[in-house]
């Protein structure tokens, strides 16, 4: 695991948020960037980290793809022990696509901390991509011990509207769409709808949700 990223408002933040990455860029990557931004906005204070395989790129390990989600999970919870020592007040975990999966993940144990009060996952990948007569990923949001919102882009091909309109999620799970979304929730050109306004509207959507539990 790597040390955190810390993004942090100018005043006091009511709630702190560990983001871990997607299964292919970085904590530092342009989407990582703009959601900690808009948070920060929010007055959510942020802590991204990578893990290990993720971090090891950077020092010219290999680029394989990364291990099962499930095989991710002790990481996770190392970097969440790490941040309650060096945070007060409550906390939210989450991640974007494969790191909200494994922050829901470790949110259906039974040991996950008081101060944890939900679970935020940012594009959450319903299916594999495109591939919705697979099987679909739900046991990780439905076992969540904790409330779980979902910022999901209404294109997304990990699970686009039209596909979760047909299905029931559990009571705990909330789901806000981004408008024109893909899964890094940028719009096509021709919508009226932006990058930044998605990214800024699921912000805005987090730090209800915090305000909420």
């Known amino acids: 695991m790597s040390a955190f990223l ?9 709630t702190s948020l560990l983001l871990a990455h997607g299964a292919g860029a970085p904590m530092d990557s342009t989407f990582m ?21 993720m971090a090891g790129r950077r020092t010219g ?14 990481e996770f919870q190392t970097a969440l022990q ?10 939210l975990i989450g991640g974007k696509s494969m790191g ?11 040991s996950l901390p008081g101060r944890v009060k939900g679970i935020c996952c940012y594009g959450y990948p319903f299916h594999p991509t495109g591939k919705p007569d697979a099987d679909w990923r ?26 979760l309109d047909e299905i029931k999620l559990p009571d705990h799970v909330s789901l806000s769409y981004l408008e024109d979304g893909n899964h890094d929730f940028g719009p096509r050109g ?3 709808a932006t990058l930044d306004g998605n990214i800024a509207a699921a912000a805005k959507a987090t730090a209800n949700f915090a305000h909420r539990l």
């Open 6 to 14: 810390w993004t942090r408002p100018d005043t006091p933040a009511h």
């Open 33 to 53: 960037e703009k959601l900690a931004t808009a948070l920060v906005l929010q007055g959510v204070a942020v802590a991204r980290f990578e893990f290990s395989y």
């Open 61 to 74: 390990g290999s680029k394989r793809p990364p291990p099962r989600a499930d095989k991710l999970i002790s």
């Open 82 to 91: 790490t941040i309650l020592t060096e945070t007060e007040g409550p906390l």
């Open 100 to 110: 909200g999966r494994v922050a829901a993940m470790l949110g259906g144990g039974g």
């Open 138 to 163: 739900m046991a990780p949001i439905e076992d969540a011990k904790r409330p779980v919102l979902i910022l999901q882009g209404e294109r997304d091909p990990f699970g686009n509207r039209a596909e």
């Open 190 to 192: 021709r919508s009226p």
